[in-house]
């Protein structure tokens, strides 16, 4: 009488098989993740723009002395017209624009105006 004995487990070509799905899944998802977070860092970007550009309202209105500087990131944080550190998620750098009366972003592609 032959016994029925039932093997536990993945053979070495569904294991493959296995690797292989979950590789070419991993190839097609992880590309769209970048896309999602520079889509994130760019949303974060313009509200830290528009948050400093409150603080300087606020900062300008507070001393009529200030309206003969110009306003920076520093200035602001420490002079508590904005909380935290300021930065941006891109790895970019903050500058007012006298033109524009607004923060602007050295990385173009988080420019409001676009
Ligand atoms: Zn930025």
């Known amino acids: 009488m032959k016994k029925l004995i039932k093997k536990k487990g993945l053979t070495l070509n569904e294991l493959l098989v296995v690797i292989i799905i979950l590789a070419v899944l991993s190839a097609i998802i992880i590309p769209q993740l970048d896309i999602f977070s520079d889509g994130a860092n760019k949303s974060a970007c313009r509200a830290n723009q528009r948050r400093l ?62």
Do not use: Q
Not at 83 to 107: I, L
């Open 53 to 114: 550009d409150s603080a300087t309202d606020v900062w300008y209105a507070h001393d009529k002395a200030n309206l003969k500087k110009e306003p920076t990131v520093d200035g602001l944080v420490t002079e508590g017209f904005i909380s935290g550190p300021v930065s941006c998620p891109g790895g970019g750098n903050y500058k007012y624009n006298k033109a524009t009366s607004m923060f602007e972003c050295s990385d173009r592609s988080h420019s409001r105006s676009g």
